[in-house]
């Protein structure tokens, strides 16, 4: 009988390898055959991680994205998982392997980032929602105490390569924004550069967001680490 849970040199399995090549029925062949969906590899990366990283990866670097020729989709992986038991709160050791860009994959998102920071990053609703649903914990931040509530304020330039386009607007970065108020996150949080969402949504120049903000308590005289307050960044001090 084969073993599923064979691991390469970098960790990583048969069931991940089949994530982030796209071969989304495959991995749902290896779920349902009992593949171990908590296995990690070096970086500390699990499979869902991988399924929410593939539901908006962003366009490949110098070449095109591959078709989806598969009768599921990144998010439906992510449900089976979930339904297998996969750990919604498993957390990055550092950077996950860049086998789709650069060697060292997204360095905004190291050691601590769990598949609800990645789905936060890219405003993936629909992953976000099936995460809460899980048992995510929102609470739970990067290595230097950044917060789903920052990164979703901040938002970055995603687009699903594998599924339909999901732009990062100010809109879906604010629907983002409440599930994470909903589950409890601390607005008022700030990370070891002093950053609040706030911040996070000034420097982006989201109006929308700030306003939101505001209005759900968000302190306005947190200085970040360089003194400045979210005014003196609308102001351009230090930009």
């Known amino acids: 009988k084969a073993d599923l849970n064979l691991q390469d040199p ?17 991995a749902a062949v290896l779920i349902e055959k009992g593949a171990d969906t908590n296995v990690t590899d070096s970086t500390g ?31 439906e ?22 086998r789709h860009h650069t060697p060292t994959g997204d360095a905004s998102l190291g050691e601590g980032a769990t598949p609800l920071a990645r789905a936060a990053k890219s405003n ?6 099936m995460l809460f649903d899980a048992g995510a914990d929102p609470r739970l931040t990067l290595k230097d105490r950044t917060t789903v509530a920052m990164i979703s304020a901040a938002g970055g330039a995603v687009v699903g ?15 983002a924004l409440k599930l994470c108020v909903e589950h409890g996150v601390d607005l008022n949080a700030f990370n070891s550069n002093g950053l609040t969402a706030l911040h996070n949504a000034v420097n982006r120049g989201a109006p929308k967001i700030v306003r939101y903000l505001a ?6 005289d947190l200085r970040d680490k360089q003194g400045r307050l979210p005014l003196d960044i609308a102001l351009g001090v230090g930009g």
């Open 77 to 98: 992986v992510v449900r089976l998982l979930l339904a297998k038991g996969a750990n919604p709160n498993a957390r990055l050791k550092r950077p996950i392997i860049g």
């Open 124 to 129: 993936d609703l629909q992953v976000m929602r």
């Open 10 to 26: 970098d960790g990583t399995t048969a069931l991940m390898l089949a994530i982030m090549n796209a071969h989304f029925d495959t």
């Open 215 to 220: 209005e759900q308590g968000a302190k306005l």
């Open 161 to 175: 390569a594998y599924a339909v386009a999901i732009p990062v607007t100010e809109e879906r970065s604010l629907e």
């Open 45 to 75: 990366m699990p499979a869902l991680y991988v399924a929410v990283d593939m539901h908006t990866l962003g366009p490949m670097l110098s070449r095109p994205s591959p078709k989806l020729v598969d009768t599921i989709d990144a998010a």
